[in-house]
Structures are given as C-alpha cells and as structure tokens.
C-alpha cells in the first residue's frame, strides 16, 4: 500500500482502513501461532501499513 494511494482518502476511510489492517494482523498472528501459516514477512508488511494509516491519521488530525 503507497502513501500515496492513502492521502487522497479522508479520515473515515482511512479509519476503516486502520481497522481491516488490525483484523488482518490478528488473523495472521493467530495462524502463525497454531503454525498454519510460513508468512512471517507479512507480519512486517502489515505492521508498517498499520503505522502508515496511523501517521497519516495523525497528520490529518493536525492540520
């Protein structure tokens, strides 16, 4: 996901964003801890978009 992509989006859909990025991290770290799953980079991936959303959240926020 590009920074990018993710401006142009307004707060409430940057919210939603935030929260389908939170599920999908809790359903990745629930299969990697039962061992269904060998994508730990993708934990990384999802991390980095979660602080993505969550900066641009905040710069929003301030201006």
């Not at 599920?23 to 999802?46: R, V, Y």
Request: aromatic letters at 2%; hydrophobic letters at 35%; a positive charge.
């Amino acid at each position: 996901m590009k920074a990018s992509e993710l401006r142009s989006k307004s707060v409430e859909e940057l919210n939603q964003e935030l929260v389908s990025l939170l599920k999908a991290k809790f359903g990745l770290k629930m299969q990697l801890s039962t061992q269904q799953s060998n994508k730990t980079s993708e934990l990384g991936k999802l991390r980095r978009d979660i602080a993505r959303v969550k900066t641009l959240i905040r710069e929003k926020a301030m201006q």
